[in-house]
């Protein structure tokens, strides 16, 4: 039987489970385009926001840190550069940022983060990648 967002966040140390609570409720208000649930991805236990199938954002709290995985970054140098500078107390990597708690991920800018993601078609950029990496085989 698969874990409920709910039992996921209540498993956490209490002092995650409001910013991990407040950052689900952001993701799932926000972009109406995709779906939560507790999945197992790289390897580890976390809440999956998908739409149309692929995964938008993942939402996880491992040992040292918690991580926002936001795909949508990792196709966009702009929003990448943009909110790497206004986070700019958390951790980026290529797709996820990596935080210790809500100074280093204040929500207002998660909302921003998050709208400015919603808008975006995953599938379109799938497709363009694949048909641009087609073009420079042949």
């Known amino acids: 039987m698969k874990m409920d967002i709910k039992d996921y966040i209540s498993k956490q140390p209490l002092d995650r489970q409001n910013i991990l609570t407040s950052i689900h409720k952001t993701i799932v208000e926000t972009d109406k ?11 580890k236990e976390m809440i999956v926001y998908k739409g ?36 700019n107390k958390a951790n980026f990597q290529k797709g996820c ?33 694949l048909k641009q990496k087609i073009k420079t085989k042949h």
Request: charged share 25%; with cysteine.
């Open 33 to 43: 385009s995709v779906k939560a649930e507790v999945e197992t991805m790289m390897g």
């Open 52 to 87: 149309k199938g692929l995964m938008k954002y993942g939402l996880a709290s491992v040992k040292n840190y918690m991580s926002l995985h936001v795909m949508p970054i990792y196709g966009s140098s702009t929003l990448y550069s943009k909110y790497k500078t206004l986070l």
């Open 97 to 129: 940022i990596n935080f210790e708690n809500e100074d280093k991920m204040p929500l207002d800018i998660v909302q921003q983060l998050i709208v400015d993601c919603s808008t975006i078609d995953l599938i379109k950029i799938k497709e363009d990648y």
